[in-house]
């Protein structure tokens, strides 16, 4: 079955530093994988997807991602974090429903990340 | 336009209570999805139209009827739903059925069950 995990339930970074937040996916065929953010009490926003082809992934607020299929990962960096950038954190992946052909979508379990001044 | 528009942002109703969840895009898409997302939890699917036709139901209590009058519109109705309901309710639309899912996501609706 098709399943992702996020090692790191809580990170914490100071401000200005690098991040790398890490996502594992197992998926029998070529993974379809997200990342998303989610700010307290909102929605989920899309930060970069991997469909196929480079295998690094630029996406908006100056995220990126690396998909490794020798790993099954596909992590989320950033160079310098912001203080905005606090939030949690849901990589995913698109897994085929039955016979309908319907995509869904499988969460890992969210990473928290915290800023520090 | 990629906005997915979700009301009320906020809703508290009781246990003997009927209501209803709405969301709405204009950016074309013929998927449309109902995630419940609990506290620190990731979001878990409920219900996926595709094409104005319920394509996947996750085993969701009767309690929770879905509806999809066109292809921009979805609704959800809650009729007698019990303290544990309460979560934030999240709807999504995509291009289309299959793989290339690229949902995006309104802001939720806050519901309170009393």
């Known amino acids: 079955a098709q399943s992702v995990t996020q090692p790191d339930i809580h990170i914490t970074v100071s401000e200005g530093a690098s991040l790398e937040l890490r996502c594992n996916y197992s998926?029998?065929?070529?993974?379809?994988l997200f990342w998303y953010v989610q700010s307290p009490g909102q929605g989920l926003q899309l930060l970069l997807k991997?469909?196929?082809?480079?295998?690094l992934v630029q996406g908006i607020k100056g995220f990126e991602a690396e998909f490794k299929r020798s790993q099954s990962s596909f992590n989320l960096r950033k160079p310098s974090v912001h203080w905005s950038d606090a939030a949690e954190y849901f990589c995913?992946?698109?897994?085929?429903?039955?016979?309908?052909?319907?995509?869904?979508?499988?969460f890992g379990q969210g990473t928290t990340l915290q800023v520090k001044p | 336009d990629t906005e997915v528009t979700q009301t009320p942002k906020h809703l508290v109703m009781g246990m003997t209570n009927k209501k209803s969840l709405k969301c709405e895009q204009h950016?074309?898409?013929?998927?449309m999805y109902w995630y419940k997302q609990k506290a620190k939890k990731p979001p878990e699917l409920m219900f996926v139209?595709?094409?104005?036709?319920?394509?996947i139901n996750e085993s969701v209590p009767s309690r929770f009827s879905p509806e999809c009058p066109n292809s921009s519109l979805l609704n959800l109705h809650l009729h007698a739903l019990q303290p544990e309901d309460s979560a934030l309710y999240l709807c999504?639309?995509?291009?289309?059925?299959?793989?290339?899912?690229?949902?995006?996501f309104g802001q939720g609706t806050r519901l309170t069950v009393v």
């Open positions: 991997y469909f196929s082809g480079d295998t």
């Open positions: 995913a992946v698109v897994a085929i429903h039955g016979s309908s052909n319907t995509g869904k979508l499988i």
């Open positions: 999504a639309s995509s291009q289309a059925q299959g793989s290339h899912t690229e949902a995006f």
């Open positions: 998926y029998g065929a070529t993974p379809y």
């Open positions: 950016m074309g898409h013929r998927a």
């Open positions: 139209y595709s094409y104005e036709k319920l394509s």
